[in-house]
């Protein structure tokens, strides 16, 4: 139950208050953290095997895009990397820039014989974000073609290999300093967690998969939206009426599945 990572200890999961033979894993909003990997690559970038990855190499790229003899799907621009107020906010500029679109189109870039910063380091890193956020944002339960937006479970192998060189990002100094900031630990914690949750569901329950998708905050925030939309005028419930709304909730939603 517990992860250490360069002096950083956590424990994933903790005993149900009232079923110690149950456990409850523990997640960070994956949208809030690839918003906070977003913010920390524009404002100052990252470190890797000692090359300073910034934005210059989108800047760069895009500026390459503009030109009329480059022909390259490019779905981002500058609003991308200037990010202001309530813009930070939408995970859709952040998951837009960390795409394999982006990745390729850097790489293309380079390989066209344009100058661009450290673009192999780059379109790599960008490709391995694009491939976590997917693993943590399955949503269907039938299989598609593309590995990293399946259910968690049913590309084992190719997921594990992802959260692991995710794990081996955070833990590593790539903001060139010893000490892990909070969006590193929320990885670390999340890609542990999502792998402990997958097992302890499968062994108990023979679960075969998990919609990722599930584990944000969204969904949480939806549900505590819908008790509260029960009360009318009343929308702060006490733990009572909090307890007979839920079970009309339940009642309702076997009824649809009826």
């Not at 380091?121 to 943590?136: A, H």
């Not at 949480?220 to 702060?236: L, P």
């Not at 007979?244 to 009642?251: A, E, N, P, Q, V």
Request: one cysteine or more; hydrophobic letters at 35%; proline letters at 2%.
């Amino acid at each position: 139950s517990l992860i250490f990572c360069n002096c950083f200890l956590a424990k994933i999961w903790f005993s149900h208050p009232t079923d110690e033979n149950s456990k409850i894993f523990v997640f960070s909003d994956t949208p809030h953290l690839i918003k906070l990997v977003r913010n920390h690559y524009v404002d100052s970038g990252f470190t890797l095997n000692g090359k300073k990855l910034t934005k210059t190499t989108v800047q760069q790229t895009l500026n390459h895009c503009a030109k009329s003899d480059v022909s390259i799907l490019y779905k981002i621009s500058e609003n991308h990397l200037n990010v202001r107020s309530l813009e930070k906010q939408k995970v859709k500029l952040a998951t837009q820039l960390f795409s394999n679109t982006t990745a390729s189109s850097i790489r293309r870039c380079y390989s066209l014989g344009y100058d661009v910063e450290n673009a192999c380091e780059t379109s790599d890193l960008f490709k391995l974000l694009n491939d976590w956020f997917d693993v943590f944002n399955s949503k269907l339960s039938t299989a598609n073609c593309i590995q990293s937006t399946q259910p968690y479970g049913k590309q084992l192998e190719f997921q594990r290999d992802v959260l692991e060189k995710m794990t081996q990002l955070m833990c590593s100094d790539i903001l060139g300093r010893s000490q892990k900031l909070p969006f590193q630990k929320g990885i670390i914690v999340n890609n542990a967690s999502l792998d402990g949750l997958f097992i302890y569901l499968k062994d108990k329950y023979n679960m075969e998969y998990l919609l990722t998708s599930r584990l944000n905050q969204d969904i949480v925030e939806n549900f505590f939206g819908a008790m509260r939309s029960r009360g009318g005028q009343y929308d702060h419930p006490t733990p009572l009426q909090f307890k007979y709304r839920l079970r009309k909730y339940l009642i309702g939603m076997s009824n649809l599945e009826e």
